[in-house]
């Protein structure tokens, strides 16, 4: 499609709404952005984003209830009963980038042209006009070309390339998430300005980063995670942003797969279903420790000296810290040896170890592993097996302090003991007794387990 060419979309009742309501007061008012991209590619947009000739003061005053918390003159419309919500936002220009993110000063606009043209790329700088609210039907706004960009299969900045990267150098990683997801090459003076800017990635915020990490890693067939770190490399953004897995690049491998480290990792990261893009961060993390271990062919201890640096990864991006202990668990423990011999208490013991929490990712991310590897599964003692004898496991068998069948206080009330270090070494060896023998765990058989100790001074 292009400029001024007609395009008929099934508007949701709040959005038209929202249109009509503009509108219908003597406003401008048009589809912007993704929506608009969405629609041109022949998807249904996920989200509606409405822009306006009106002020927010005017917005506001059109539609009671809307809320305004912002500097960016976006309002936030609720519509009917469900209050279905729809953000619209004025037109503005913006002047200024010195914390390269926010824009100095804003100032409402008039024209759709000009709002365009302070979007990051071309795809994303295209607006649907209303002509027939009632029959969906409106024209295409693209002065930029994007509709013809998405035809072409490329992704260009708005204008001067430079200039976009140093408002705001996100749209560096943006940059990336839109050519993968999209199937997009980069132009040739964009992709230079993101080699040029590439340095500038190291002045976002944890937070921002992780955001746009989550999105790349969660993107769905056929796009791989592969491609998005793969093109980061090669644009010299993923030293700037995660030069923990950067390093990975020429670390040899013994594998049955060919390539690098690097290139196991990404392939582990593919294997990981795209709707956990957590896991997928930690398949992303899993061999760090790889490029500080590697002596004589070997990689002794890399999944310790991995859960350091995952850890410090994941703090770096301001994940939830329940999350960022979560991947260093992981990491410390996906070099797992599981053998058929192993006892029932050997199984307990290693359930404990892990942690029962952690059982289902860290097999989903043992099996990635294993395929990045080149690995096949064995028809006895794989992981197939260790899932199988966990779940039973977890059927009732004591794995946890909190399943002993007596605690702290009935062992100080029955044995006659104080609170202290000797109360939390009792209830330590309790369940490691039940965790060799479950037939133990029973209050009276504790008892004369904690007995028997305390009388031979042990």
């Given at each position: 499609m292009?400029?001024g060419?007609?395009?008929?979309i ?12 503009l509108?219908?007061?003597g406003?401008?008012?048009a ?8 629609l041109?590619?022949?998807?249904v ?11 927010p003061?005017?917005v506001?005053?059109?539609f ?22 729809v ?6 220009s913006?002047t ?7 824009p100095?000063?804003v100032a409402?606009?008039e ?20 002509a ?5 039907d409106g024209r295409?706004?693209?002065p930029f070309?994007?509709g013809?960009d998405?035809v ?7 204008g ?14 943006r940059?990336?998430?839109f ?10 003076a ?9 340095p ?12 746009e990490?989550?999105?790349?890693l969660a ?12 093109l980061?490399?090669e644009?010299?953004l ?5 030069p ?9 491998q ?9 290139d196991?990792?990404?392939a582990?990261?593919?294997a990981i279903?795209?709707?956990r893009?957590l896991?997928r961060?930690?398949?992303?993390l899993?061999d760090l420790?790889k490029?500080?271990t ?6 002794l201890?890399?999944?310790t000296v ?7 990864v ?8 329940a999350?960022a202990l979560r991947?260093g668990r ?6 797992f ?7 029932d208490?050997?199984v307990?013991?290693f359930?404990?170890?892990v ?17 990045a590897?080149?690995v096949r599964e064995?028809?006895?003692g ?10 039973a496991?977890l ?6 302090a ?8 009935r ?7 104080r ?6 070494a009792l209830?330590?060896?309790?369940l490691e007794?039940?965790?060799d ?13 904690a007995?028997?100790?305390l009388?031979?001074?042990?």
């Amino acid at each position: 499609m292009r400029d001024g060419d007609r395009l008929r979309i099934d508007l949701p009742a709040a959005v038209r709404a929202v249109l009509a309501g503009l509108t219908d007061a003597g406003h401008e008012a048009a589809l912007v952005g993704g929506c608009v991209r969405d629609l041109v590619r022949g998807e249904v947009p996920k989200d509606w984003d409405v822009t306006t000739s009106a002020t927010p003061e005017a917005v506001a005053e059109r539609f009671p209830g809307a809320t305004w918390q912002n500097p960016f003159g976006t309002v936030t419309v609720r519509i009917g009963s469900d209050g279905d919500a729809v953000e619209v936002t004025t037109y503005r220009s913006e002047t200024g980038y010195r914390d390269r993110r926010r824009p100095d000063s804003v100032a409402w606009g008039e024209s759709l042209t000009d709002d365009l043209a302070r979007r990051d790329f071309t795809i994303n700088a295209m607006a649907w006009l209303p002509a027939d609210l009632a029959a969906g039907d409106g024209r295409l706004v693209d002065p930029f070309g994007g509709g013809p960009d998405l035809v072409s299969g490329i992704l260009r900045a708005v204008g001067d390339p430079d200039s976009r990267f140093e408002e705001d150098a996100l749209r560096l990683l943006r940059a990336v998430r839109f050519a993968t997801r999209f199937g997009l090459h980069l132009d040739e003076a964009t992709a230079a300005a993101i080699r040029r800017h590439a340095p500038s990635a190291a002045m976002l915020s944890g937070e921002r980063v992780r955001d746009e990490l989550l999105r790349m890693l969660a993107a769905p067939p056929p796009v791989g995670p592969s491609s998005v770190f793969e093109l980061m490399e090669e644009l010299g953004l993923l030293a700037v942003v995660l030069p923990e897995v950067a390093v990975l690049r020429g670390v040899p491998q013994a594998k049955a797969m060919p390539g690098d480290a690097l290139d196991h990792t990404l392939a582990a990261v593919d294997a990981i279903p795209a709707d956990r893009p957590l896991l997928r961060l930690a398949a992303l993390l899993h061999d760090l420790g790889k490029a500080l271990t590697l002596a004589h062919g070997h990689f002794l201890g890399h999944e310790t000296v991995g859960e350091e640096l995952a850890r410090q990864v994941a703090e770096r991006l301001r994940l939830p810290r329940a999350e960022a202990l979560r991947i260093g668990r992981l990491v410390r423990h996906h070099m797992f040896a599981y053998a058929s011999a192993w006892t029932d208490a050997a199984v307990r013991r290693f359930m404990k170890r892990v942690g029962v929490d952690l059982l289902d990712d860290l097999f989903a991310l043992r099996l990635a592993d294993n395929a990045a590897s080149g690995v096949r599964e064995p028809r006895r003692g794989g992981l197939a097996e260790l899932r199988r004898r966990c779940t039973a496991a977890l059927g009732g068998d004591p794995l946890e302090a909190q399943h002993v069948a007596i605690d702290g206080h009935r062992l100080m009330a029955e044995l006659g003991l104080r609170p202290g270090p000797q109360v939390g070494a009792l209830l330590d060896r309790l369940l490691e007794a039940v965790l060799d023998d479950p037939a133990l765990n029973t209050e009276d058989r504790l008892l004369e387990l904690a007995r028997g100790w305390l009388a031979e001074g042990s």
